[in-house]
Each structure stands twice: as structure tokens, then as C-alpha cells.
């Protein structure tokens, strides 16, 4: 497994693992990444804006298990965001969240103060990472929210 940035060749099985994780978790709906207008197009979404990355882990047949962003969050130059964290299912529980995590947030530190995220309680698994890697659970979203179907919070500060 090897991780990388993400390429214009990636954008359609990106979208199948967030559409198929979201659909299996019951959070196809309004208000989530689901809807979100760039997910056929991350790659370019990543590229254009400014203190933003997205990479990817793929499997030595260059097949795509799963990928993570950082982008600035709201109008808040001190805080990136980490976006779209999620595993193919025949590639979970092999650690490559946690090394997309290192990734992510070794890059979220060269650019921000803090990196916040939002998910869902019922994505227990994923709550435990964030707890894990040092995320303090909020009690409500930072101001600037756009996926108000999202029901937990949690904030990093970065060394």
C-alpha cells in the first residue's frame, strides 16, 4: 500500500467508497458529504484551493482503498479541516486510516493552529481514531458549518 496525492483518475472510485460508506451507514441524506457538489471532482477540488490536499492509498495494482483530505475550514485562516476520511470495506481494519491521519494531519500542522472534523456518532469506529490521534469532542460545530446532518465535533490543537 502506498499513499499519495490524489490524481484526476481517482475522482470516480473516490466517489464510490464515500457514496457506498455513507449509503451502509444510513447517512445518504441531505446535510453530508453525500451531497456534496466537488465529490465527482476532488482531485481538481483539492488542487485549486489554497492550503489544501487530498491523498489517496492505493494498492500496489495502483487500485484505490480509501483517501483523506485537509482543507481550510469556513473563513478561519487558524483551523484546517480534515474531509473525507473513509476506507473501501475490504480494506478496513488494516490501519490505513491511521496512516492517512499521520499524513493529513503531519500536512494540517505545517498550515494551521488547529484541524477540526465533523462525523456522526454512529461512525463509532471513526470517533475512536479522532480520540486517539488527540481530538477533543465539542459540544456544538465551529461557526461556518455546512453539513448540518453531522452530530459530533472534534478539534486538535497542532504543534
Not at 502506498?2 to 460508506?21: P, V, Y
Not at 503531519?106 to 463509532?124: G, M, N, P, V, W
Amino acid at each position: 500500500m502506498d499513499i499519495r496525492e490524489i490524481e484526476m483518475n481517482d475522482n470516480q472510485a473516490l466517489k464510490r467508497i464515500i457514496k457506498w460508506s455513507l449509503e451502509d451507514a444510513g447517512l445518504n441524506i441531505p446535510g453530508t458529504a453525500y451531497f456534496d457538489p466537488q465529490l465527482g471532482y476532488l482531485s481538481q477540488f483539492y488542487k485549486e484551493k489554497p492550503g489544501a490536499k487530498y491523498w489517496v492509498v492505493v494498492t500496489d495494482a495502483n487500485e484505490v482503498a480509501g483517501g483523506a483530505g485537509i482543507a481550510p475550514y469556513a473563513q478561519n485562516s487558524d483551523v484546517g479541516e480534515l474531509q473525507k476520511l473513509y476506507i473501501a470495506p475490504e480494506f478496513r481494519g488494516k490501519g490505513l486510516s491511521k496512516q492517512l491521519m499521520t499524513t493529513a494531519l503531519d500536512f494540517a500542522s505545517k498550515h494551521y493552529t488547529y484541524c477540526y472534523l465533523e462525523t456522526s456518532r454512529k461512525l463509532e469506529i471513526a470517533s475512536y481514531l479522532y480520540r486517539q490521534f488527540g481530538f477533543q469532542e465539542l459540544n456544538e460545530p465551529l461557526d461556518g458549518s455546512e453539513h448540518g446532518a453531522m452530530d459530533d465535533w472534534y478539534i486538535k490543537k497542532l504543534v
